[in-house]
């Protein structure tokens, strides 16, 4: 049971322009919601989060956009940089859940210059 | 540098052996978190320990157990290892913000069973 999903494994960006990455969830009781960057051999770095208090956060290039009601997040990169290509994972948290992560598959972005 | 230190980086071993992965939270990190990421896959929640106390459990095998030692630090045991139990393992470590939970990762310990 994927309680958060990504469904493309890949995207493909030019330099410059804008990276959008998607992210749904099942579970209502998630109300905490974060990106993570991966470089290969690396472990995955905090990027940004969102509560669903909340339907925007912005953190200089980084946005993450939350609709509760579609239990959809989306990560807007602008402008994206060679720097960016990596592995994104979406993960969400509830209360009662302990903290603990749950995590999306992962989508690898490539911008190319 | 996440500040979050795992032990060793690379383990290679063979079916049928055990091995224990080692993981240091970040200063004041009560929580501690075990995932696992095989090849092309996410990362599965394992176990959650939270100062010393098992917190959460995840789709973790029988053939895996975990503790956090009083001095916070974790250790991951697999035991009976078979040739799937090959990924990536990483642990983490989270503070509390208004909001919610930020984990942080250490670099993980890659196991291969041969």
């Known amino acids: 049971d994927q309680q958060v999903k990504q469904n493309s494994p890949s995207l493909s960006v030019q330099e410059g322009r804008i990276s959008i990455l998607n992210c749904d969830y099942t579970?209502?009781?998630?109300?905490?919601f974060l990106w993570y960057k991966k470089y290969p051999a690396e472990g995955p770095t905090f990027l940004i989060s969102?509560?669903?208090?909340?339907d925007k956060n912005e953190d200089g290039r980084f946005t993450v956009f939350l609709n509760k009601s579609a239990k959809h997040l989306s990560l807007h990169i602008v402008p994206s940089q060679p720097g960016d290509s990596a592995v994104y994972f979406c993960?969400?948290?509830?209360?009662?859940?302990?903290?603990?992560?749950?995590f999306g598959q992962g989508t690898e972005l490539s911008v190319k210059p | 540098d996440s500040g979050v230190t795992q032990t060793p980086k690379h383990l290679i071993t063979a079916t049928g052996q055990r091995v224990t992965l080692r993981c240091s939270p970040r200063?004041?990190?009560?929580?501690v978190y075990w995932y696992q990421q095989s090849l092309d896959q996410g990362l599965q929640f394992l176990i959650q320990?939270?100062?010393?106390?098992?917190?959460a459990k995840g789709n973790i095998l029988e053939r895996f157990s975990a503790q956090q030692f009083p001095d916070l630090h974790s250790e991951l045991n697999l035991s009976s290892l078979e040739l799937g139990d090959s990924a990536l393992y990483f642990c983490?470590?989270?503070?509390?913000?208004?909001?919610?939970?930020?984990?942080?990762f250490g670099q993980g310990t890659r196991l291969t069973v041969v």
């Open positions: 983490a470590s989270s503070v509390q913000t208004v909001g919610g939970t930020e984990a942080f």
């Open positions: 579970n209502s009781m998630f109300d905490y």
């Open positions: 969102i509560s669903s208090i909340k």
């Open positions: 993960a969400a948290s509830g209360t009662g859940q302990g903290g603990k992560l749950i």
């Open positions: 200063s004041g990190d009560l929580s």
């Open positions: 320990y939270y100062n010393g106390e098992e917190r």
